[in-house]
Structure formats: C-alpha cells, structure tokens
C-alpha cells in the first residue's frame, strides 16, 4: 500500500525567514495531494492541495510543488509568521476517497 | 453553514468496553470517512462510508465498525476495547466523487474530533 515519508520531524525558523516541508510517496497511483495545519488540541484544517495533473500551486504566502517523476511533493510557507506554529501534516490519495498521512513535521516560527 | 461536528468531545472507558462515537458531516456532504490519531502521529484510515455502505477499508480490526444513516451522519463503533485504543478519533465529510465512473478527488474536511482515553 501507500506509504508517506514526510522530513523534517521538526523544523524551526525566525520570523520572516521561509519554511519547506517535504514529503515522498510510493505509490504512482497517488493523483490528490493536501497538506493539512493542526494547532494543538484542533482539527487538521486544509490549507493548500494539489492534483497531479499540476505541478505547482500557490495561495499568498504557501505554495506547494510536485514532481510526479520523483514522487514527492513540497509545502513552502514564505514570510513565516508566529501564527503559523503548529504541525503540519502532507497526504496523499491512491485509491478512492482514502488519505494517507505522513507522520507530520512541528513548525516553531521563534519571533 | 454548519461544519463537521463530532460528540462526544471526551470519552473515558475501560478495558473490554465498546463504545460508540458520532460524526455529522458538513452541510452539502455525503461521504465520511473515519480516522484514527494516536499521539504525536498522522491520522491513520479506518474506512469510509458513502451511500449507507462501507466503501473503503482501511488495516483496522474487524472490533471497528462504522454505520452511515440516511441523512449522511455516521457513528463508529469499537468492540473490546484495548489500551492501544487510546487515541484521537477523527471524522472527515466530502461530496460523492464524481459521477459517470469519473473519479475526481474530493476535499476532505474535519471534526473537532473524540478523544478516547482506554484505562
């Protein structure tokens, strides 16, 4: 089945600097990527995705990138800001409706 | 417009107990699958329920067990409780994918979740 490999477990960063996340998958069948932020005692909430028939998207501040070749895929969050410390989750979607998650990566923006 | 809701907030139980959580989905919604969050980890599939039936299955015990009522709620049910059980359970809605044998992936959006405490 699908596996998903996410890097960094953890990563901090100052203020204003840009954070990347990254993640691997293994199965090509995979054609739906999200990432998801989780603050701490919340729901994961849906803050950017992509198809695979795209190889980059962006919203303000977060993009995400996809190499379907290499089968990985990136989240990028520039001008961090302290608001966006939390854990950050990637999925990805081989068959149906069903997400698997990488193990998450902790982002601490230090201001 | 409502969001996906989940009650109850906390549950406490023991050892061999069965209990029973509930989801409802997102206004507009018909599919809910169910995840499982252990701590410090990314939630893990348990199975998904459209059009009343289980759908997708995840590499979950048959002790889970979900039902999907005909106005789109759900509830998951977990037999024999074990420790291990322990966790954060999560529930997602989505609209149906597509139409016509045409599989287009839907966003999944969240509960509060249940956390389940197994002493």
């Known amino acids: 089945g699908e596996n998903v490999e996410q890097h960094p477990s953890t990563l901090s960063v100052q203020e204003g600097d840009s954070a990347v996340i990254k993640c691997t998958y293994s199965?090509?069948?995979?054609?739906?990527f999200p990432w998801y932020k989780q603050e701490l005692g919340k729901r994961p909430q849906l803050i950017i995705d992509?198809?695979?028939?795209?190889g980059e998207k962006k919203d303000q501040r977060i993009a995400v990138t996809l190499n379907k070749t290499a089968k990985h895929f990136s989240l990028h969050i520039t001008e961090t800001q302290p608001e966006d410390s939390a854990v950050y989750f990637c999925?990805?979607?081989?068959?149906?409706?069903?997400?698997?998650f990488g193990a998450g990566t902790i982002l601490r923006v230090k201001s | 417009d409502a969001g996906v809701t989940q009650s109850p907030t906390h549950l406490i139980k023991t050892r061999g107990q069965q209990v029973t959580l509930r989801c409802s989905p997102k206004?507009?919604?018909?599919?809910v699958s169910w995840y499982q969050q252990a701590l410090g980890q990314g939630p893990q599939f348990i199975f998904q329920?459209?059009?009343?039936?289980?759908?997708q299955r995840g590499n979950f015990p048959d002790r889970f067990s979900g039902h999907q009522f005909p106005n789109y709620s759900s509830e998951l049910n977990v037999n024999a409780l074990l420790l291990g059980d322990s966790a954060l359970y999560l529930c997602?809605?989505?609209?149906?994918?597509?139409?016509?044998?045409?599989?287009?992936?839907?966003?999944?959006?969240f509960g509060p979740g249940t956390r389940l405490l197994v002493l």
């Open positions: 992509i198809r695979s028939n795209v």
């Open positions: 329920y459209y059009e009343e039936e289980e759908r």
């Open positions: 206004s507009g919604h018909d599919t």
């Open positions: 997602a809605s989505s609209s149906s994918p597509g139409t016509g044998g045409v599989w287009v992936q839907e966003t999944q959006y």
């Open positions: 199965d090509s069948a995979s054609n739906y």
């Open positions: 999925a990805a979607s081989p068959e149906g409706n069903k997400l698997v």
